[in-house]
């Protein structure tokens, strides 16, 4: 080289560097780290966060140039403290003699889970999002109705490629009792939002560097409902031979149904069923109507009748149980008829 070091360099170290400069620095053979695990405020292309470094050295000029160092390369001796580096989480960013100073860009990332009308309790588990320089670790999203639950928030290199995870229910059985949005909608709140199917790559550009992102998945109930009523109306007295017609009325909201609801209704004793509607079967006393997967928002009735027979006792009952959300109103009753006869005598009145 035409230029060498004479003697140990000295370094001052600027005023927004909190870390402590390595004694040992030389600039040369292994001694050529200035400071380590410096934390350096995270910026943006538009406000970058600088930090200093002046260093003083003495240097000898060689007499004679060689004109093969006239060039400007990377390589080891073209020149004094041609190279330097910056690792950032891993990341390592390379500067030397021809480049500009190295720069690493960063994003917050941050992943969220929301909850429509959901079951209290219910729970997802969101797998440890890969691909990042710092991973979003595993997380745990429970429901207390309709509510978000987030993730920690990591910062992510620009160019970082994340693996978005698939969230899975703790109870596998009750996810078609949600529409789920299968993907993750990723926001800046200034960039058009950007949707990743669970599974699929995001990758972190340079758009999102000095941003907060947050990427959404949604899980929104379908609320069902079941009502049972009668006519005439449960609490009238029937007599044998009557006929009763039974409705049940199940509410779909939220969400079309993401699975069959089956309305398991019973009939009791003093009861004889009659002809049943289009989705009912019947099994002795035992009738099972079936609303269909895909059941849009809104009322869906099945209605059919039962006659009062002779085997009936005080009163007739019937009673419906749904393998889907909630029943508000699940049974009716009927009281029977009853005639009461009182025989009464005028003879003692004759005899006086």
Request: charged share 10%; proline share 3%.
């Amino acid at each position: 080289s035409d230029v060498s070091v004479v003697g140990t360099p000295t370094i001052t170290k600027g005023s927004n560097v909190s870390g402590t400069v390595n004694s040992a620095f030389t600039g040369s053979g292994t001694n050529t780290s200035i400071i380590s695990n410096e934390s350096i405020a995270a910026g943006s292309t538009a406000t970058p966060t600088t930090e200093t470094y002046d260093i003083a050295v003495r240097v000898k000029v060689a007499a004679t140039d060689s004109t093969s160092n006239n060039a400007c390369t990377a390589s080891t001796g073209n020149g004094l403290f041609n190279n330097a580096q910056m690792t950032i989480a891993g990341t390592v960013k390379e500067a030397n003699a021809c480049e500009a100073t190295p720069a690493i860009q960063t994003a917050q990332v941050t992943l969220q889970v929301d909850w429509i009308n959901a079951l209290v309790g219910e729970t997802v588990s969101v797998p440890e999002t890969g691909g990042l320089t710092n991973k979003i670790p595993a997380f745990k999203a429970v429901s207390t109705g309709t509510n978000s639950v987030a993730s920690v928030s990591v910062l992510a290199v620009i160019g970082d490629i994340a693996k978005m995870p698939t969230p899975a229910f703790l109870n596998t059985s009750n996810a078609l009792n949600y529409v789920s949005s299968l993907k993750w909608t990723c926001s800046d709140g200034v960039n058009p939002d950007e949707t990743v199917s669970f599974g699929e790559d995001f990758t972190v550009s340079s758009k999102y560097a000095g941003a907060k992102v947050l990427c959404k998945a949604i899980y929104s109930a379908v609320q069902v409902d079941t009502v049972k009523t009668a006519s005439p109306a449960a609490g009238t007295s029937v007599a044998v031979g009557d006929t009763i017609q039974y409705t049940l009325k199940t509410t779909v909201s939220g969400n079309a149904t993401q699975r069959d609801v089956v309305l398991s209704d019973t009939l009791g004793t003093g009861l004889t069923v009659g002809t049943l509607p289009a989705g009912c079967t019947a099994t002795g006393q035992q009738i099972s109507c079936t609303l269909a997967t895909g059941a849009s928002i809104g009322d869906h009735t099945f209605t059919y009748s039962a006659t009062v027979n002779a085997s009936a006792v005080t009163k007739v009952n019937n009673q419906v149980v749904a393998d889907v959300g909630t029943c508000s109103s699940c049974s009716v009753s009927h009281p029977l008829w009853s005639v009461v006869t009182n025989k009464t005598s005028d003879a003692a009145a004759k005899k006086n």
